[in-house]
């Protein structure tokens, strides 16, 4: 019985890494559909996120599982519930990347990408296609010096975050209306994409030290 608990708690792992690689893909595919306005890209990231959900039910099923048959103590305890926290962060980053993709697809024949935003869009993007992929080696390896890597990133995106907003709220913006919902709704996917990352790599960290006083400094 212990073998095949101890088989189950890795399945829940490898599990995660396979819906972290579908996330990493989402992205990298929302980030292209978005900045370049190919809605044929950003429909593959809408059908994608279908098959994350998936993933992530039958994954939560295995968790509670688990939890009824094994009652799981102590530090295994711990794997396989914040299993079903990291998974849930990780359906939302699904989402967030479906968002984006949706934009682009919204706006299709025209770019979704406001003018004189472009490089900023450009650059979010790049971060968070960054955060996706050392989020999924985080995820396969815990190595904690990625979870720190990911806190640095997300700190960027955060200022990136905020100098969207400077300038939509400046006198010099003079984007239309729907350029402006289109930039804050983009900018605020992308953020909110980001900190879902450092949420996991909060419950990572803590899952391979054991010290949550440690793990607080990656901030959600």
Known sequence: MRDVFQQELHEVQERLVEIAELVEVSIE???????????????????????????????????????????????????????????????????????????????????????????????????????????????????????NQIRDEDDKVDELHASVFDKLLSERWKGEATATVDATLASRYHERFADHAVSIAKKVQYLATGDWAGADDVHA
């Open 29 to 147: 595919n929302a980030v292209t559909a978005f900045t370049k306005s190919d809605v044929g890209v950003a429909e593959d990231v809408i059908e994608n996120d279908v098959r994350i959900d998936e993933l992530t039910l039958a994954l939560d099923e295995l968790a509670i599982n688990i939890l009824a048959l094994q009652q799981p103590v102590a530090r295994d305890l711990r794997i396989v519930v914040s299993a079903l926290r990291i998974s849930s962060s990780l359906e939302r980053m699904g989402d967030m990347a479906e968002h984006i993709a949706q934009l682009a697809r919204y706006r299709f024949p025209e770019r979704a990408v406001p003018k004189g935003l472009k490089s900023t869009f450009a650059e979010m993007g790049r971060l968070d296609v960054e955060i996706a992929r050392s989020l999924t080696r985080l995820l396969r390896t815990q190595d904690i010096a990625l979870a």
